[in-house]
């Protein structure tokens, strides 16, 4: 079973508008981190936001913030007042804490958001 | 700010021979990693790295591959004879510990073409 879904291959967004990319994901830890990556056409990893699972507030960051609904398992990114330069490919990723020998993230199959002028 | 660095940015090789990824992970980080991407694919992990040992490994990781830190700064990752599919973006990281709400810290990457 995937651990991280990300059911959205490609969204369009036009700019100065919000938009919401999906991700959720499985685990029966009950310690984990989750993770937003944006990656760009020069293929560069950029570490967006962080959710912890035991974190009681939802992460922001700047435009960034993070939809965290635990009992849906469910972490959505949400950039708000897009820009022409967050075209990017995005990934959801999970980090697990017990059952994860040596801390491995595991990774969606990314959304690629495109900005419309 | 301290970051994770990778050498070389870009390398093209001919199938058969042998390549070397080199990484410098932060300095006071314990946990190594090497993730592979092909092109227009998902991340995907093939090793982890911990007190000089393989703490884990997928089933990617096979014994084309090895990874070592020769003399406590770099992290390398060692494909003895490249096939066309290992062309992809190999990425490096690293991380202070392995607890599930610690974060991972990401090299640039290595593209590696193999013809």
């Known amino acids: 079973a995937q651990k991280i879904t990300q059911t959205q291959p490609g969204m369009f967004v036009q700019e100065k508008e919000a938009v919401t990319l999906d991700c959720t994901y499985d685990t029966s830890d009950p310690s984990y981190g989750l993770f937003w990556y944006k990656q760009p056409s020069s293929g560069e990893m950029i570490f967006l936001i962080y959710q912890g699972s035991y974190d009681q507030q939802n992460a922001t960051e700047g435009r960034y913030s993070l939809n965290f609904q635990k009992a849906r398992k469910s972490a959505n990114l949400v950039i708000s007042a897009s820009q022409l330069g967050d075209s990017a490919m995005y990934f959801c990723?999970?980090?697990?804490?017990?059952?994860?020998?040596?801390?491995?993230?595991?990774f969606g199959q990314g959304t690629e958001l495109s900005v419309k002028p | 700010e301290p970051e994770v660095t990778q050498t070389p940015s870009h390398q093209v090789t001919q199938m058969g021979q042998e390549v070397i990824l080199r990484c410098v992970p932060i300095?006071?980080?314990?946990?190594f990693y090497w993730y592979r991407q092909i092109l227009g694919q998902k991340v995907e992990f093939l090793v982890s790295f911990y007190n000089n040992e393989i703490s884990e490994k997928s089933e990617i990781f096979d014994d084309q591959f090895s990874v070592e830190r020769p003399d406590g700064s770099n992290f390398t990752l060692k494909i003895r004879s490249t096939k066309l599919e290992d062309s992809a973006m190999y990425f490096c990281a690293s991380s202070v510990d392995d607890r599930g709400t610690g974060e991972l810290f990401f090299g640039e990457g290595s593209r590696l073409t193999v013809l």
């Open positions: 300095s006071n980080h314990l946990y």
């Open positions: 990723a999970m980090r697990e804490g017990v059952d994860n020998q040596g801390g491995k993230l595991i």
